[in-house]
C-alpha cells in the first residue's frame, strides 16, 4: 500500500494494514496520506479525455490516483458520482452575489452522498477481510451501507432511530440488511453498533471510525473543482451532521493545491446545523476546539441529528482553516426553503438541502456572503427518501 495513517488528534503514524478503527492511542479518527504519490498534469488531462464525448466516465473512481486504492483493484460500486452541478441564475440575483451552483446528491445510486464514503469504505474493508458490517444511521447512511454490503455479498446491520422515516427504513429492509430501531438517536444507536461489534466481530463502519468515508467524500471536493474547469469556488454551504463531506472536501482541495492542479485559496467552507442539534455552531460561536454533546437533539433533517460528532474538532478545524464559519436555521426555515426551492428549479431537494439555502440567506445579510462570491449549496439527499409513505 502507498498510504499510511495519520492519526487527527496525536499525529501518530500507522500502517494501514488491517481492519483500522479509530486512533488506539488517543480514540480520533485516522486521515489517509499519501508520501511520494506524484500527481502530474497529465493526470488531469486524461480525465478530460474520459470525459469526452465517447470516452470512459467512471464516476468517483475516475479520481483513483487520490484515493486508497490498489493496482488494479475493483471497487465495490454501484456507480456513484457524477452527480449534477446546476447553475442557479435566480436565486443568485435573489441573494445579489456572482453566481450560485447547486451540488446535487440525490442522483447517487442510493439517494444520497453517502453513497461517496461507503463505496470506498466498503471496499476497503472487505479488501481487509470484513466479513460483515454494522452501522449506526440517522438514515441514508443506513441505506448506503445496505446497498453496498449487498453489492459486496456482505450482511449488514443497522440501527436506526424509531423516529426515522418510514421511506428510509423500507429502502434498508429492501437490500437486506438487519434492522433494529431504538427509542433514541444516533448516539443511540452508535453505542448499540460498538456492543454488536464486540460480540459478534462485525466490522463497525460508522463515520469517521474508520479511515476511509473522508477518501469517498473528498471526491465531492474533487469532481466540483473538475466541474468549474480546475477553479475553485468563494464559499461552500454545507449541511454537516457527522461532517464526513466537509472534512473530505477541505482534504481535497488541500491535496489538489499541493498537486498543481489548482490555485489559490481553498473556498470558505460553511457548515449549516438546525437549531435543534446545533455541536458545531455553538462551538465555533464559543471559540472552542471541539464540540460537547447538545442534549435532547430534535430536527426534521434528519441527517442533522447528530449531538456528539466524532469529527467535532476536524469540522472546526476545516471551518477556521478556510475563513469559513457555521450557522443554526430553525427546522421551519429549512423546509420551507426545501420546498420553495424545488417548486422552483425541479431539484427534489432534502430538508438538509432547504438547510443550505436558508443559511446562505443568512450568511448574505451578515455580509459573509459578498456580491462577487461564486457559491456552491448542497442537496445532499433526495427529498422523497424523507416523505413517509401516506
Known sequence: MDWLLECSGCAQESDPEGLRTVCPRCGLPWLVRYPGRQHPLEHRAALAREQSPGGPAHG????????????????????????????????????DVGRVWLKDESTNPTGSFKARGLAMAVTRAVGAGAMSFVIPTAGNAGV???????????PATVFAPATTPRTILAQIRTFGAELSLIDGHIGDCGRAARELSARTGAFDI???????????KKTLGLELAEQLGWTLPDAIIYPAGGGTGLIGMWRAFLELREAGWVQGPSP?????????????????????????AWSEPWTVASG?????????ALMLRAIRDTRGGAVAVTDQDLAQQALLVSRREGVDLSPEGGATFAAAVRLRAAGQLGPNDRVILFNTGAGWLYRDEQ
Open 60 to 95: 468517483m473512481w475516475r479520481y483513483r490516483p487520490f484515493l486508497p486504492l490498489l493496482p488494479d483493484e475493483t471497487p465495490v460500486t454501484l456507480g456513484e458520482g457524477n452527480t449534477p452541478l446546476l447553475e442557479l441564475d435566480r436565486i443568485a440575483r435573489e441573494l
Open 144 to 154: 448506503a451501507l445496505a446497498a453496498y454490503a449487498a453489492r459486496a455479498g456482505r
Open 206 to 216: 460508522s463515520t469517521l471510525r474508520e479511515p476511509y468515508r473522508i477518501e469517498g
Open 268 to 292: 470558505r467552507l460553511y457548515a449549516v446545523q438546525s437549531t435543534g442539534c446545533a455541536p458545531v455552531v455553538r462551538a465555533f460561536e464559543s471559540g472552542a476546539q471541539s464540540t460537547e
Open 304 to 312: 442533522l441529528r447528530v449531538p456528539t460528532p466524532l469529527g467535532g
